[in-house]
């Protein structure tokens, strides 16, 4: 029965004595406001359905951000290890990406002699070719850190091996900086035998531990990362 028909039948009804003048504006008025009511929920519903569009349209954007961000972040790595190419080969680096980071690995030997941070001849040129390499990711943070395997040490120089560690890592960042890495994008730090790769027992193991980590981090997770700053 609609709206106009029941509105009828109460209107015959009241003129044949059947209903009163105060009922039948009750059914009027609970009538108007079951009608109000069903129109809420349909405007309810349509608010709805758009506020789901548009949280789908979010999720495809951020899908497809995320699709354009991974095929970037495989071209650098790519470009990368085409640029470092003779040297990965010769196993005196090797490169390894992991989600949106690029880590270039080198063994200490070829950077330092034992037990010294400075940059010997041979780690000169290499770290020529690393700096031409990563000076032009310009969305990333370079990281460098130094690492030693677990043989204490302690001279006039380095007390400990953290001492070393740091003085190395130090020593690449100033070496990236003179061959025109930017100074601002890069941090150097010194982890001593505290994150090893491998078995620190046997002489091979301590070898592989003994390296310098470069690694290129995007801008946005190294301010989620960073320490929070003095007064802010």
Not at 9 to 37: F, H, M, P, R
Not at 50 to 57: G, P, T, V
Not at 158 to 184: H, I, K
Not at 198 to 217: C, F, H, S, V, Y
Request: aromatic share 4%; hydrophobic share 40%.
């Amino acid at each position: 029965m609609n709206r106009v028909h029941a509105a009828a039948i109460l209107a015959a009804s009241l003129a044949a004595g059947c209903v009163s003048q105060g009922e039948y504006d009750k059914l009027q008025a609970d009538k108007n406001a079951e009608i109000a009511g069903l129109k809420k929920d349909k405007t309810a519903l349509e608010q709805q359905q758009a506020d789901s569009k548009k949280q789908i349209d979010a999720l495809e954007q951020q899908k497809a951000q995320l699709a354009a961000a991974s095929q970037q972040d495989k071209s650098q790595f790519d470009a990368l290890v085409q640029n470092l190419n003779d040297e990965v080969k010769k196993g005196q680096l090797q490169v390894r990406q992991y989600k949106d980071m690029l880590t270039v690995d080198v063994a200490e030997q070829l950077f330092f002699d034992s037990g010294r941070a400075d940059l010997k001849d041979t780690g000169k040129s290499v770290l020529k070719k690393v700096a031409e390499a990563i000076k032009g990711y310009n969305d990333k943070v370079i990281r460098v850190v130094g690492h030693t395997d677990n043989v204490p040490i302690k001279t006039k120089q380095f007390a400990s091996n953290w001492d070393l560690s740091v003085a190395r890592a130090t020593t690449v960042v100033r070496f990236l900086q003179e061959a025109g890495v930017p100074p601002d994008r890069m941090v150097a730090s010194g982890r001593a035998e505290f994150q090893p790769v491998a078995d620190n027992d046997t002489p091979e193991g301590r070898q592989k531990n003994r390296r310098i980590e470069i690694t290129l981090i995007d801008r946005n997770l190294s301010q989620e990362i960073a320490p929070a700053q003095p007064g802010k």
